[in-house]
Structure formats: structure tokens, C-alpha cells
Nanobody, 125 residues
Framework: QVQLVESGGGLVQAGGSLRLSCVASGRTFSHYAMGWLRQAPGKEPEFVASITWSGGSMYYGDPVKGRFAISRDNAKSTVYLQMNHLKPEDTAVYYC??????????????????RGKGTLVTVSS
């Protein structure tokens, strides 16, 4: 059974930084692309970032390009989201996600068949 557990959310002032982590279990982590999406109150889920199963390419949603960075550590079965220069509009619940199929990359929320329970990020102005 695939499990994704996020951590690292919290309250931060605008301009600050946070690093989110997501630990995956239940299958061979290195065979799967990973990603993040977020959902703000009253809004639709929004793609944030993804990293290919090989770790060779990363994709970002337009609102976070140049500020966020996704990475992975296969030895720890963990994907990270480094968030810098945070803005109040980044406030949302952040979810880790992964596809059902191995060796399949994605660049949008559509690829995240499995999702964690989320971690709340609040950015104050």
C-alpha cells in the first residue's frame, strides 16, 4: 500500500523560507516520479512542482518558478520542496503526490494518482 507523509509546514513571514518533506513507502521509490500540488481555501488544486523518476528533470508551476525547488533522495525515499521568497498567496495546504505507473513522468496535477494528507503552509504579510 502506497503511503505519502508530508511534513515541514508552518507559519512564516513573507520573504521567508520553508522546506517541505514527503516520505514515501509501499513500493520502490526510485522507480516513480514525484510531485507537489497545493490547495488554498476556496480554490482549485494547483500544480506546484514535479521531478522525474530519474531525477534528471524538474517541472514547476508558473507562480513558483524561480522561488521553489524540488529534489529527491532515493536512499531516504523522500522528496523535498524548498520554498524561498514566500508570499502570502503561497498560503495553502501542500500535498505530495505520485503516479500509479512506474517510469512515468508528469508535469501537472493530473499525474498524481496518490496523494498524502497534506501539510499547511501559512505566509503572513
Amino acid at each position: 500500500q502506497v503511503q505519502l507523509v508530508e511534513s515541514g509546514g508552518g507559519l512564516v513571514q513573507a520573504g521567508g523560507s520553508l522546506r517541505l518533506s514527503c516520505v514515501a513507502s509501499g513500493r520502490t521509490f526510485s522507480h516513480y516520479a514525484m510531485g507537489w500540488l497545493r490547495q488554498a481555501p476556496g480554490k482549485e488544486p494547483e500544480f506546484v512542482a514535479s521531478i522525474t523518476w530519474s531525477g534528471g528533470s524538474m517541472y514547476y508551476g508558473d507562480p513558483v518558478k524561480g522561488r521553489f525547488a524540488i529534489s529527491r533522495d532515493n536512499a531516504k525515499s523522500t522528496v523535498y520542496l524548498q520554498m524561498n521568497h514566500l508570499k502570502p498567496e503561497d498560503t495553502a495546504v501542500y500535498y505530495c503526490g505520485a503516479p500509479k505507473q512506474p517510469f512515468t513522468d508528469f508535469g501537472g496535477a493530473y499525474g498524481m494518482d496518490y496523494r498524502g494528507k497534506g501539510t499547511l503552509v501559512t505566509v503572513s504579510s
